[in-house]
């Protein structure tokens, strides 16, 4: 019998880790997560505090982000870890962190420089509180910011028992490799993604980062419409949305594969859409970001380049894009299609004529990735005043 935790047990406990933040009490946990039913010790559990401020001192507090527990009878030898989502202050750190600062995560493969951080500052209590003890399952969940983290905490602790991770509305950990890494390390069919389709915040970082499990499915639940929505992030609507239903009820998002001559038609599709404006529509976004990630692979094929050897991973997707323009009219052509679908998707035009350049490039994506940025901000602020 699988001993997944089920979606709505799993929601719960994500949000109940938010309750952890100022408060030191376990009971306030125990009281947060009771709906979830009583297959962990959560009264008797541990609170842990993590450094959220992409480790500058200035921008950096150390408050509560979460808690550990141990398995009541049902589940005994088993662990859950729940990881809380951004406090006020740090929130504009990494939803402004566009130029997609990387560093070597603890398998040594590029993952988002705060969430590492942030990680870093919470595995050593979670590895005291768990030493000395035979852990058959560790379970991770955690909402928005509270995902991610928990993504690199399942990396950090892998091997230590079967470990199975969740998120809801979570922005993604780490590049393509490390996604794929992480996917195959811990297993596929260990990893529950949940998202709203409108959801702004699992949106960011753009491509090249990517979300676990990168070869199998997740699951998108339909959000409000078309347009992005701040109300979509919401850690109650994830609950009530997921319900009562098991992991094979709820919708499935499935990664689809494509070829890389199909970039023209992808976008292509993004600009016959014909249910609302393009400006934030996040079908729309969806597409460029397929886009990007397809044009850039052609482009690094053409040119010999691989990403990830720059001083950024912006600078760098710039570059390759320019110089495979250069060299091949089709992608020149195609990678302007793509900037004109950007600026649409901003409510923004391209100048007539414009000639492509690094800066040109460098420029929209930087306006693409702020802008998006900017809607998932104001999206965990909602949530964070709620």
């Known amino acids: 019998m699988p001993n997944e935790l089920t979606p709505k047990q799993a929601a719960i406990f994500a949000k109940s880790a938010y309750s952890l933040r100022i408060d030191t009490d376990m009971l306030t946990a125990a009281q947060a997560s009771s709906k979830a039913g009583s297959d962990f010790n959560i009264a008797s559990g541990t609170r842990f505090t993590g450094v959220s401020g992409i480790g500058l001192p200035a921008a950096s507090s150390r408050t509560g982000f979460g808690f550990i527990a141990f398995g009541s009878a049902q589940r005994q030898g088993e662990c859950l870890i729940a990881v809380r989502g951004t406090e006020p202050p740090s929130a504009h750190d990494w939803l402004s962190n566009v130029h997609m600062s990387g560093t070597p995560g603890p398998s040594g493969l590029l993952v988002h420089e705060g969430f590492n951080n942030l990680a870093n500052s919470i595995l050593p209590q979670v590895r005291t509180a768990i030493r000395g003890r035979s852990i058959s399952t560790l379970h991770l969940v955690g909402h928005s910011l509270g995902g991610a983290t928990a993504t690199i905490l399942a990396d950090a602790l892998r091997g230590v028992g079967s470990v199975k991770l969740y998120t809801f509305g979570a ?129 690094a094929a053409t040119i010999g380049s691989r990403l990830f050897v720059a001083a950024t991973l912006l600078d760098q997707m710039a570059a390759m894009l320019n110089s495979a323009a250069a060299a091949s009219i089709a992608i020149a052509a195609t990678t302007r299609q793509l900037l004109e679908t950007i600026m649409g998707f901003m409510g923004r035009t391209l100048q007539a004529g414009m000639r492509l350049s690094v800066a040109v490039i460098r420029w929209v994506l930087d306006m693409l990735f702020q802008f998006i940025a900017g809607v998932a901000r104001q999206a965990v602020q909602r949530v964070l005043t709620a």
């Not at 347009?227 to 997921?242: E, G, M, P, W």
């Open 171 to 299: 922005p993604r950990a780490g590049t393509v490799t490390h996604s794929q890494f992480l996917s195959s390390a811990i297993g596929a069919d260990n990893i529950f993604r949940v998202c709203h389709d409108t959801d702004p915040v699992p949106m960011v970082p753009i491509f090249p980062f990517a979300h676990v499990p990168i070869s199998r499915q997740g699951y998108m639940m339909t959000g409000c419409g078309n347009i992005i929505s701040f109300a979509a992030h919401d850690k109650d609507l994830y609950i009530r949305n997921v319900g009562d239903a098991g992991w094979r009820g709820l919708p499935v998002m499935s990664h689809r594969r494509f070829s890389l001559d199909t970039v023209a038609d992808v976008l292509g599709m993004a600009g016959s859409l014909n249910f609302g404006p393009a400006m934030l529509n996040a079908q729309i976004l969806r597409l460029i970001t397929l886009a990007l990630k397809l044009l850039l692979a052609e482009a």
